[in-house]
Nanobody
Framework: QVQLVEAGGGLVQAGGSLSLSCTAS????????MAWFRQAPEKEREFVAA????????RYRDSVQGRVTISRDNAKSIVLLQMNNLEPEDTAVYYC?????????????????WGRGTQVTVSS
C-alpha cells in the first residue's frame, strides 16, 4: 500500500511558475512509475506527465511539453512537477499517481495509487 500526498498548489498569474511535490506518507514509491494527472471542473481527468521508476525516461502531454518538467528523487521518495509559463487552461486539481513497473502509460486506469490532489489556479 502506498499513500501519496501532493503539495505546492496555489494561485498564480499567467506566465508564472509553480512546483508541485508528491511524497509517500506510507510505503514507498520506489519501483513505481510515477505520474501527474489533472482534472478541471466538469472535465475528464487527463494525463500531464509521467516518469519511469528509474527516472531515466519521461512522457508529457503535448500541451505542456516544454513548459513542464517531471523529476524524482528515489532516495528522498519525492516526485516533482515544475510548471513554467502557466496558462489559465492549466487550472485544475493536480493528482499524483503511482503505477507498478512496466511501460509508462498515460491512461488513468493503469495507475494503482492516487493522492487526493492539490489545486492549481492560474489567473489571466
Amino acid at each position: 500500500q502506498v499513500q501519496l500526498v501532493e503539495a505546492g498548489g496555489g494561485l498564480v498569474q499567467a506566465g508564472g511558475s509553480l512546483s508541485l511535490s508528491c511524497t509517500a506518507s506510507e510505503g514507498t514509491f520506489d519501483g513505481y512509475n510515477m505520474a501527474w494527472f489533472r482534472q478541471a471542473p466538469e472535465k475528464e481527468r487527463e494525463f500531464v506527465a509521467a516518469i519511469s521508476y528509474t527516472g531515466g525516461s519521461a512522457r508529457y502531454r503535448d500541451s505542456v511539453q516544454g513548459r513542464v518538467t517531471i523529476s524524482r528523487d528515489n532516495a528522498k521518495s519525492i516526485v516533482l512537477l515544475q510548471m513554467n509559463n502557466l496558462e489559465p487552461e492549466d487550472t485544475a486539481v493536480y493528482y499524483c499517481a503511482a503505477q507498478r513497473t512496466g511501460p509508462i502509460y498515460s491512461t488513468a486506469p493503469t495507475y494503482d495509487y492516487w493522492g487526493r490532489g492539490t489545486q492549481v489556479t492560474v489567473s489571466s
